[in-house]
């Protein structure tokens, strides 16, 4: 175990000591695998910020219906047991044009100006939950409910939240996409580096194939290399992401502070930085194996 432990940290010190000799390759090479890498995380982590928002968002379709302002409480109460009575309707609440009033002078940035219109103008309304989700249903019973006496307006909610939950399903994907691609183009990297090195160290490797190294010894400083250049690439993938975010929050602040609102776009978490890093490193690493185990082959002592 000592043995086997002690050339891998030999391995570990060679990989280091080629990266070290040769910064300025290695720098690039990071930097194009962290502009790679930086646009599925970037990605990823709007997502991730955009979920915050539309988390509350119902996405079970809904009925908002709206009495008229000048409604009295036994016409609100007579429709209340219409729909009690519906078969079509699962459930229902009814929302006091007062508690409405409430709600709405809760809101931020919202208060003063519910303040100085002098009188409630919400009128009483109840939010139905249908037991049908199909379209045709829903506006079938939103047509009869906007047909009732006491009714100013049906309102079918929630459909602006199952596109946005199909828009973020879309977007998902096509992040997936984007990082299966760029993931390739990683190892495509690690691939034509590990070549280079294998070719310029060829006399090397035959002398050591001569004295009887085994191919695993020679193979592991080169796995080491690769996961380490995919690690460094993972790192400034972070560093990008990071510095972006910081950039585009003074912009959003300001937006948001407009809404009234403290939305900040927000880096990714540590488990997700730390994902990000590791699979670089295991793509770096799968890039060095796949050119060992291509080249490695064909150079024998002569």
């Known amino acids: ?92 609440r009814f929302i006091p044009r007062e508690q409405a009033l409430k709600e709405l002078q809760s809101a931020e940035g919202l208060s003063e100006v519910v303040a100085a219109l002098g009188r409630n103008p919400l009128p009483d309304a109840f939010v139905v939950r249908p037991r049908a989700t199909d379209p045709g249903a829903l506006e079938a019973l939103a047509r009869e409910l906007r047909a009732l006496p006491a009714v100013a307006n049906v309102q079918v909610d929630s459909a602006w939240a199952r596109r946005l939950g199909a828009l973020a399903g879309t977007a998902r994907l096509a992040i997936a996409l984007l990082a299966a691609l760029l993931a390739f183009g990683l190892v495509a990297i690690t691939f034509n580096t590990i070549r280079l090195q294998i070719l310029t160290q060829r006399a090397e490797i035959e002398i050591s194939k001569l004295i009887g190294a085994t191919d695993a010894f020679i193979r592991r400083p080169f796995f080491y290399l690769g996961a380490l250049q995919g690690l460094a690439g993972g790192l400034v993938a972070l560093a990008i992401l990071w510095g972006s975010l910081l950039a585009l929050n003074l912009g959003v602040a300001e937006l948001a502070a407009s809404y009234g609102s403290g939305f900040r776009l927000a880096f990714l978490d540590p488990g997700d930085a730390l994902a990000v890093a590791l699979f670089s490193a295991a793509l770096g690493w799968l890039g060095a194996y796949l050119s060992v185990s291509k080249y490695l082959l064909e150079i024998e002592p002569r």
């Not at 175990?1 to 990266?19: E, T, V």
């Not at 790679?36 to 990605?43: D, E, M």
């Not at 009495?67 to 079509?88: C, Y």
């Open 1 to 92: 175990m000592r043995a086997w432990l002690r050339q891998h940290r030999q391995a570990l010190a060679a990989a280091i000591g080629k990266l070290t000799a040769q910064r300025a390759a290695a720098a690039l090479n990071a930097l194009v695998i962290g502009i790679a890498l930086s646009l599925p995380a970037g990605g990823y982590a709007l997502l991730s910020s955009l979920r915050v928002v539309t988390q509350g968002a119902a996405l079970e379709p809904q009925l908002s219906v709206f009495l008229q302002v000048e409604a009295k409480r036994p016409e609100a109460d007579a429709l209340a047991v219409k729909l009690k009575n519906e078969a079509r309707v699962r459930e229902f």
